[in-house]
C-alpha cells in the first residue's frame, strides 16, 4: 500500500469519452500530486483536457483508468470537499438571493442552525466584498460580482480543495486582475489547497505557485513549473518575462505537433 | 389616433352589416315558403322525437300522414335531442315541436310566438323511490338527489306542487333536484344509491315499477289534482300565417295517428315497433296501460300556468286562450257564455 | 401600457353600443339576442339573490382541487420521469396519447366510474390539466442548465432531493406556463362538464346556473353568467397569475 503524502493525488489517469464518430482521448496517462496549501494552476490550451482534468477531479467525470484519491479517498462522485467554481456567469442559482445562494451549500450540509449558517455566510459575503448585495439576485449583479459570489459560495464550505475553470475567463481585463488580487488575498489568509485553470499564461503566473502545462491530443501534462517568483506579482516583475517565454515555448510546443 | 378611429369606424360598419344579416337570416329562417300560398310546395319541418309519448308523431312519420292530407307537402323530419326543441322553433329551423306543458310556457313567458297547435297525450307520471325508508316528500333528507329531466321540465312543476301541498314550499326540495334524461335516471335508480329518486315518465315510469325495490310515492294526477296534458304540439306563427294548408294537414294528421292508436292498438303497435325497438306486443300493452289517454285535446293548461305564476317561474298567466292555443284547440275547448264547460274546466287543477 | 388599456376600452365601448343598437333594433328575436340592460338586470338579480355568486365561488373551489390534485400528481410524474429513463417514458408516451383528448370527452367515462357527485367533474379536471403541466413540468427540467445540477451534486445533493431543490425551482418558468395553461383548460373543461351533466350534488357551478337559465329561458341570465366567467378568467389570469409572476420570475429575473 504506497502511502499517500499529498492532500490529491493523480495516478495515471486516462479520460476516454465515445464520441459520435470514434473513442476519443481527452486525458491520457496524467499524473500530479499536490500538497495541502498549494494554488496549482493548470495551464493549456482550448481542448487540451484541462477542463475535463478538473471534471474528474470533482467526480463529474468517470476516470476510464487510473485514479485519483484525496486524503487517501478515491474520488467516485461529486462532493463538498472538492467544491467547483464554473466558467460562465450562469452558476448561481437565480431563485436565491446571494446570501441565500452562499447559504444553500451549509444548509445541504447541515453545518449548524439558522443563524449559524447565516453568520457563516455573511462573513463568506464580506470576504468578497458583496455585503451590501446579500439580498440581491444574481440577475441585477454584474459578471465579476457574480463570480465573487460564486467563490464565496464555494469557500463556504470549506473543501479541501477548490477547483477553478477558467472563473475570469469571461471577465475583462481590469475586473479579471482585481478578482486575481482577491483570490491571493483569501488563498493567503485561509491556506485553502486550489487547482485554477487557465489558457492565459499571464494569470497563470500570477496565481501559480507550481503551473502545470498541458499538452492536447492526447491530453496530458507535459510539465510542471514551479514559480519562484515572490508576492505580489505583475507584470514586469523580475524573472516574469522569463517565466512567460519558457511557458509559452512549452505551449508553443504543442501548437507545431 | 386618427388611423385608429377610421379603423374603428370601418370595424363598425362592418360589424352592423354582419349583424343585420345574421338577423335578418334569422328572421327569414321563419318563413319556409313565400307568402302567397300555392306558389311553392310547403314545407313542414319536424323534429323526431323518441318515446312512448311521442306515439302518435311516430305514427304520422311512418304513415306519411302528413302528405296524405297535403300531396305536394314537404316534410323535412330532422333528429335532435329533446332539449334542444324550443332553441330550434326560436332559431326559425322548426315549425312545429313537441314540449311538455311546462316548458311550453316558459317559452310563451319569454315571447315566443308559437302556440299550442295539438295535446298528444295524458300519462301517467309519477315519482318513484328505490329508498325504504322514504314513503312521502317528507321524508327526503338534504343529501337524497331526485331527478328530472331539466329545470322547469312537467315533472319539476309536478315535484314543485306536491311540496307546496305537503312541504308548505314549492321549491322545498329545489335543491335535491339533478337533471338527468329518462333513460340515464331510470338506469341510476334501479341499479344504485346515487339517486334516490326519479320523476319518471312512461315507459320508464312502467320498467322501474317492475322491480320489487322501487315504489311510487308521488302520483302525477295527484299532485296536480286532476288530469293533465303531458306533452303538447306547437306551432310557430309564420307556419300557422304563411302555409295554412300545411298548418291543416298537421293537425289532420295527428288526430288521424290518436285516432289509430285508441281504435286499432295492435296496428299501431306494428308500426312502432321497430323505432322502438320492443316488440309488438310490448308496445301494445304500453299504449294502453291505465291512465294513458292519447288525445289531441290539452288538459290543465291553466293549472300549470297560474301555479308557475304564483311559484315565480313564469311572469304572466293567459288572460284567454286564444293566446297559447291556435284555432282548433281554442274550437275544441270552447267558451261557454254565462259559466264554464266540463272541457273549460278541466283546463284548470281541481279546487281540493 | 396606457395605450393599449385606452384603445381596449375604446372597443369595448364601441362593442357595448353596437351591442345595444342591434339588439333594441329588433333585427334578432330579443330570445336570441337580448339587450344589455336585460343582461345588467339578469346580472344585479343574480349577484343579488346570491345564487351568481354561490355558483361561482362553488366552481372555483372544484377547479382548485381540481388543479391541487393535478399539480401534485405532475410533480411526482416528472420527478420520476427525471430519476428513471423507463418511467420518463412510459410518461412521454402518456402524454402524447392522453393530452389530445379533449377532457369534455371523458366526461361519460367519469360518470360510469365514479358515479353522480363532484368526482366525475374532479377527474374531468385533473385531466384536463395534468397532461400539459407534466409535459411542462419535464421539458422545464430538461431545459434546466446542467450546470444548476452539477453545482447540486457538487455540494452534496443527489435523487429527490437535487430535484426538488434545484430541478423544480430552476424549471419553475416552465411550471407556471404549465399551471397557466392547465387552469384555463380546466375552467373550460369545468364549465363544459356543469353544463353537459347537470349539477354535482346540491350545488352547482356557474356551468350548471348556465344550463339552468337556459331551460328556464333566461338567455339573459345565461348571458349574465358567460360575464361572471369572463371576469373570473380574467381576474385569475391577470391578477393572480401577474401577482405569482412578479414574485417570482420577474423578481428572479427568469422571463424568458
Same mark, same amino acid.
Given at each position: 500500500?504506497?502511502?499517500?503524502?499529498?492532500?490529491?493525488?493523480?495516478?495515471?489517469?486516462?479520460?476516454?469519452?465515445?464520441?459520435?464518430?470514434?473513442?476519443?482521448?481527452?486525458?491520457?496517462?496524467?499524473?500530479?500530486?499536490?500538497?495541502?496549501?498549494?494554488?496549482?494552476?493548470?495551464?493549456?490550451?482550448?481542448?487540451?483536457?484541462?477542463?475535463?482534468?478538473?471534471?474528474?477531479?470533482?467526480?463529474?467525470?468517470?476516470?476510464?483508468?487510473?485514479?485519483?484519491?484525496?486524503?487517501?479517498?478515491?474520488? /467516485?462522485?461529486?462532493?463538498?470537499?472538492?467544491?467547483?467554481?464554473? /466558467?460562465?456567469?450562469?452558476?448561481?442559482?437565480?431563485?436565491?438571493?446571494?446570501?441565500?445562494?452562499?447559504?444553500?451549500?451549509?444548509?445541504?450540509?447541515?453545518?449548524?442552525?439558522?443563524?449559524?449558517?447565516?453568520?457563516?455566510?455573511? %462573513?463568506?459575503?464580506?470576504?468578497?466584498?458583496?455585503?451590501?448585495?446579500?439580498?440581491?439576485?444574481?440577475?441585477?449583479?454584474?459578471?465579476?460580482?457574480?463570480?465573487?459570489?460564486?467563490?464565496?459560495?464555494?469557500?463556504?464550505?470549506?473543501?479541501?480543495?477548490?477547483?477553478?475553470?477558467?472563473?475570469?475567463?469571461?471577465?475583462?481585463? %481590469?475586473?479579471?486582475?482585481?478578482?486575481?488580487?482577491?483570490?491571493?488575498?483569501?488563498?493567503?489568509?485561509?491556506?485553502?489547497?486550489?487547482?485554477?485553470?487557465?489558457?492565459?499564461?499571464?494569470?497563470?503566473?500570477?496565481?501559480?505557485?507550481?503551473?502545470?502545462?498541458?499538452?492536447?491530443?492526447?491530453?496530458?501534462?507535459?510539465?510542471?513549473?514551479?514559480?519562484?517568483?515572490?508576492?505580489?506579482?505583475?507584470?514586469?516583475?523580475?524573472?516574469?518575462?522569463?517565466?512567460?517565454?519558457?511557458?509559452?515555448?512549452?505551449?508553443?510546443?504543442?501548437?507545431?505537433? | 389616433m386618427i388611423r385608429s378611429i377610421k379603423a374603428t369606424a370601418v370595424l363598425v360598419v362592418v360589424s352592423v352589416l354582419l349583424a343585420s344579416l345574421g338577423g335578418g337570416?334569422a328572421?327569414?329562417?321563419?318563413?319556409?315558403?313565400?307568402?302567397?300560398?300555392?306558389?311553392?310546395?310547403?314545407?313542414?319541418?319536424?323534429?323526431?322525437?323518441?318515446?312512448?309519448?311521442?306515439?302518435?308523431?311516430?305514427?304520422?312519420?311512418?304513415?306519411?300522414?302528413?302528405?296524405?292530407?297535403?300531396?305536394?307537402?314537404?316534410?323535412?323530419?330532422?333528429?335532435?335531442?329533446?332539449?334542444?326543441?324550443?332553441?330550434?322553433?326560436?332559431?326559425?329551423?322548426?315549425?312545429?315541436?313537441?314540449?311538455?306543458?311546462?316548458?311550453?310556457?316558459?317559452?310563451?313567458?319569454?315571447?315566443?310566438?308559437?302556440?299550442?297547435?295539438?295535446?298528444?297525450? *295524458?300519462?301517467?307520471?309519477?315519482?318513484?323511490?328505490?329508498?325504504?325508508?322514504?314513503?312521502?316528500?317528507?321524508?327526503?333528507?338534504?343529501?337524497?338527489?331526485?331527478?328530472?329531466?331539466? !329545470?322547469?321540465?312537467?315533472?319539476?312543476?309536478?315535484?314543485?306542487?306536491?311540496?307546496?301541498?305537503?312541504?308548505?314550499?314549492?321549491?322545498?326540495?329545489?335543491?335535491?333536484?339533478?337533471?338527468?334524461?329518462?333513460?340515464?335516471?331510470?338506469?341510476?335508480?334501479? !341499479?344504485?344509491?346515487?339517486?334516490?329518486?326519479?320523476?319518471?315518465?312512461?315507459?320508464?315510469?312502467?320498467?322501474?315499477?317492475?322491480?320489487?325495490?322501487?315504489?311510487?310515492?308521488?302520483?302525477?294526477?295527484? &299532485?296536480?289534482?286532476?288530469?293533465?296534458?303531458?306533452?303538447?304540439? !306547437?306551432?310557430?306563427? *309564420?307556419?300557422?300565417?304563411?302555409?295554412?294548408?300545411?298548418?291543416? &294537414?298537421?293537425?289532420?294528421?295527428?288526430?288521424?295517428?290518436?285516432?289509430?292508436?285508441?281504435?286499432?292498438?295492435?296496428?299501431?303497435?306494428?308500426?312502432?315497433?321497430? *323505432?322502438?325497438?320492443?316488440?309488438?306486443?310490448?308496445?301494445?300493452?304500453?299504449?294502453?296501460?291505465?291512465?294513458?289517454?292519447?288525445? !289531441?285535446?290539452?288538459?290543465?293548461?291553466?293549472?300549470?300556468?297560474?301555479?308557475?305564476?304564483?311559484?315565480?317561474?313564469?311572469?304572466?298567466?293567459?288572460?284567454?286562450?286564444?293566446?297559447?292555443?291556435?284555432?282548433?284547440?281554442?274550437?275544441?275547448?270552447?267558451?261557454?257564455?254565462?259559466?264554464? *264547460?266540463?272541457?273549460?274546466?278541466?283546463?284548470?287543477?281541481?279546487?281540493? | 401600457m396606457k395605450e393599449i388599456f385606452k384603445k381596449r376600452l375604446m372597443f369595448i365601448l364601441l362593442l357595448t353600443a353596437l351591442w345595444e343598437t342591434v339588439a333594441r333594433s329588433g333585427l334578432i328575436k330579443p330570445?336570441l339576442f337580448p339587450s344589455l340592460v336585460s343582461i345588467w338586470q339578469a346580472f344585479t338579480a343574480g349577484m343579488a339573490?346570491?345564487?351568481l355568486?354561490?355558483?361561482a365561488?362553488?366552481?372555483?373551489?372544484?377547479?382548485? $382541487?381540481?388543479?391541487?390534485?393535478?399539480?401534485?400528481?405532475?410533480?411526482?410524474?416528472?420527478?420520476?420521469?427525471?430519476?428513471?429513463?423507463?418511467? +420518463?417514458?412510459?410518461?412521454?408516451?402518456?402524454?402524447?396519447?392522453?393530452?389530445?383528448?379533449?377532457?369534455?370527452?371523458?366526461?361519460?367515462?367519469?360518470?360510469?366510474?365514479?358515479?353522480? +357527485?363532484?368526482?366525475?367533474?374532479?377527474?374531468?379536471?385533473?385531466?384536463?390539466?395534468?397532461?400539459?403541466?407534466? $409535459?411542462?413540468?419535464?421539458?422545464?427540467?430538461?431545459?434546466?442548465?446542467?450546470?444548476?445540477?452539477?453545482?447540486?451534486?457538487?455540494?452534496?445533493?443527489?435523487?429527490?432531493?437535487?430535484?426538488?431543490?434545484?430541478?423544480?425551482?430552476?424549471?419553475?418558468?416552465?411550471?407556471?406556463?404549465?399551471?397557466?395553461?392547465?387552469?384555463?383548460?380546466?375552467?373550460?373543461? $369545468?364549465?363544459?362538464?356543469?353544463?353537459?351533466? +347537470?349539477?354535482?350534488?346540491?350545488?352547482?357551478?356557474l356551468?350548471?346556473?348556465i344550463?339552468?337559465?337556459?331551460?328556464?329561458?333566461?338567455i339573459s341570465g345565461v348571458f349574465a353568467a358567460l360575464i361572471v366567467i369572463i371576469i373570473l378568467g380574467v381576474l385569475v389570469e391577470d391578477l393572480?397569475?401577474g401577482?405569482?409572476?412578479?414574485?417570482?420570475?420577474?423578481?428572479?429575473?427568469?422571463?424568458?
Amino acid at each position: 500500500m504506497i502511502k499517500i503524502a499529498g492532500l490529491l493525488y493523480v495516478n495515471k489517469i486516462s479520460k476516454i469519452f465515445n464520441g459520435h464518430q470514434q473513442p476519443v482521448t481527452a486525458l491520457e496517462d496524467v499524473s500530479f500530486e499536490l500538497d495541502e496549501g498549494e494554488l496549482f494552476c493548470i495551464l493549456g490550451p482550448s481542448g487540451c483536457g484541462k477542463s475535463t482534468l478538473l471534471r474528474c477531479i470533482a467526480g463529474f467525470e468517470k476516470l476510464t483508468s487510473g485514479e485519483i484519491m484525496v486524503e487517501g479517498q478515491p474520488v /467516485q462522485k461529486p462532493g463538498p470537499d472538492r467544491t467547483m467554481v464554473f /466558467q460562465g456567469f450562469d452558476q448561481l442559482l437565480p431563485w436565491k438571493t446571494v446570501l441565500e445562494n452562499v447559504e444553500f451549500p451549509l444548509r445541504v450540509k447541515g453545518a449548524g442552525d439558522r443563524a449559524e449558517i447565516r453568520e457563516i455566510a455573511g %462573513q463568506y459575503i464580506s470576504l468578497v466584498g458583496l455585503t451590501a448585495f446579500m439580498h440581491s439576485y444574481p440577475h441585477e449583479l454584474s459578471g465579476g460580482m457574480k463570480q465573487r459570489v460564486a467563490i464565496a459560495r464555494a469557500l463556504a464550505l470549506r473543501p479541501r480543495v477548490l477547483l477553478m475553470d477558467e472563473p475570469f475567463a469571461s471577465l475583462d481585463a %481590469q475586473t479579471r486582475t482585481a478578482l486575481q488580487g482577491e483570490l491571493i488575498t483569501i488563498w493567503e489568509k485561509f491556506k485553502i489547497t486550489i487547482i485554477f485553470i487557465t489558457h492565459n499564461i499571464q494569470e497563470a503566473i500570477i496565481l501559480g505557485s507550481r503551473i502545470g502545462v498541458m499538452s492536447s491530443q492526447p491530453g496530458t501534462i507535459r510539465e510542471i513549473v514551479p514559480n519562484h517568483l515572490g508576492r505580489p506579482r505583475f507584470v514586469g516583475y523580475p524573472g516574469f518575462d522569463e517565466m512567460w517565454a519558457e511557458l509559452h515555448a512549452l505551449l508553443d510546443f504543442n501548437r507545431l505537433g | 389616433m386618427i388611423r385608429s378611429i377610421k379603423a374603428t369606424a370601418v370595424l363598425v360598419v362592418v360589424s352592423v352589416l354582419l349583424a343585420s344579416l345574421g338577423g335578418g337570416c334569422a328572421a327569414n329562417k321563419d318563413s319556409g315558403t313565400a307568402r302567397t300560398v300555392g306558389a311553392t310546395p310547403a314545407k313542414v319541418r319536424i323534429a323526431i322525437q323518441f318515446g312512448l309519448g311521442y306515439a302518435p308523431v311516430q305514427i304520422v312519420k311512418e304513415k306519411k300522414l302528413i302528405e296524405k292530407y297535403l300531396p305536394q307537402a314537404q316534410v323535412e323530419w330532422k333528429q335532435m335531442g329533446g332539449e334542444m326543441i324550443r332553441e330550434a322553433m326560436l332559431a326559425g329551423q322548426l315549425d312545429v315541436g313537441f314540449t311538455g306543458v311546462a316548458p311550453f310556457f316558459v317559452a310563451w313567458d319569454k315571447g315566443a310566438d308559437w302556440k299550442i297547435a295539438t295535446s298528444l297525450l *295524458s300519462a301517467p307520471l309519477g315519482l318513484q323511490t328505490n329508498k325504504k325508508e322514504i314513503n312521502s316528500l317528507k321524508d327526503f333528507t338534504k343529501e337524497d338527489k331526485i331527478a328530472t329531466p331539466y !329545470s322547469g321540465s312537467i315533472q319539476h312543476m309536478l315535484l314543485a306542487m306536491a311540496a307546496e301541498k305537503e312541504l308548505g314550499n314549492p321549491k322545498a326540495l329545489d335543491n335535491n333536484l339533478i337533471s338527468m334524461q329518462h333513460p340515464d335516471a331510470a338506469t341510476a335508480l334501479m !341499479s344504485g344509491p346515487a339517486i334516490s329518486a326519479h320523476f319518471a315518465a312512461p315507459p320508464y315510469l312502467f320498467e322501474e315499477l317492475e322491480s320489487k325495490d322501487i315504489k311510487q310515492i308521488l302520483d302525477g294526477e295527484e &299532485a296536480f289534482g286532476g288530469e293533465f296534458g303531458f306533452l303538447v304540439g !306547437s306551432a310557430t306563427k *309564420s307556419f300557422h300565417d304563411n302555409t295554412p294548408a300545411a298548418y291543416a &294537414a298537421f293537425v289532420m294528421a295527428i288526430n288521424e295517428a290518436i285516432t289509430l292508436i285508441n281504435t286499432n292498438p295492435k296496428e299501431a303497435a306494428q308500426i312502432l315497433a321497430p *323505432s322502438f325497438e320492443m316488440s309488438p306486443e310490448k308496445v301494445e300493452d304500453y299504449l294502453t296501460r291505465p291512465g294513458t289517454n292519447y288525445t !289531441s285535446t290539452p288538459y290543465g293548461l291553466m293549472g300549470f300556468a297560474e301555479f308557475m305564476k304564483k311559484a315565480g317561474y313564469i311572469k304572466k298567466v293567459p288572460q284567454d286562450f286564444d293566446e297559447i292555443c291556435w284555432e282548433n284547440i281554442y274550437a275544441a275547448i270552447g267558451k261557454k257564455s254565462g259559466g264554464q *264547460s266540463p272541457v273549460e274546466r278541466a283546463q284548470y287543477r281541481e279546487a281540493k | 401600457m396606457k395605450e393599449i388599456f385606452k384603445k381596449r376600452l375604446m372597443f369595448i365601448l364601441l362593442l357595448t353600443a353596437l351591442w345595444e343598437t342591434v339588439a333594441r333594433s329588433g333585427l334578432i328575436k330579443p330570445q336570441l339576442f337580448p339587450s344589455l340592460v336585460s343582461i345588467w338586470q339578469a346580472f344585479t338579480a343574480g349577484m343579488a339573490n346570491g345564487e351568481l355568486v354561490r355558483n361561482a365561488v362553488f366552481s372555483l373551489y372544484l377547479i382548485i $382541487l381540481g388543479l391541487v390534485i393535478a399539480m401534485f400528481l405532475a410533480v411526482v410524474c416528472s420527478t420520476f420521469s427525471m430519476l428513471s429513463r423507463t418511467f +420518463g417514458n412510459l410518461v412521454d408516451t402518456a402524454v402524447a396519447v392522453m393530452d389530445p383528448l379533449p377532457a369534455i370527452a371523458l366526461l361519460p367515462v367519469a360518470l360510469v366510474w365514479f358515479g353522480i +357527485g363532484q368526482g366525475p367533474i374532479i377527474f374531468v379536471i385533473v385531466h384536463a390539466t395534468l397532461w400539459p403541466m407534466i $409535459l411542462n413540468a419535464v421539458t422545464g427540467f430538461k431545459a434546466v442548465p446542467p450546470i444548476y445540477r452539477e453545482v447540486g451534486e457538487n455540494i452534496g445533493l443527489s435523487g429527490p432531493r437535487l430535484v426538488l431543490s434545484i430541478m423544480a425551482p430552476a424549471a419553475f418558468p416552465y411550471l407556471l406556463s404549465g399551471l397557466k395553461i392547465g387552469w384555463s383548460r380546466a375552467w373550460r373543461a $369545468l364549465i363544459a362538464a356543469e353544463m353537459i351533466f +347537470g349539477t354535482a350534488g346540491a350545488h352547482g357551478g356557474l356551468g350548471w346556473y348556465i344550463y339552468k337559465q337556459r331551460y328556464l329561458m333566461d338567455i339573459s341570465g345565461v348571458f349574465a353568467a358567460l360575464i361572471v366567467i369572463i371576469i373570473l378568467g380574467v381576474l385569475v389570469e391577470d391578477l393572480v397569475f401577474g401577482f405569482i409572476e412578479k414574485k417570482t420570475i420577474k423578481r428572479w429575473g427568469m422571463t424568458s
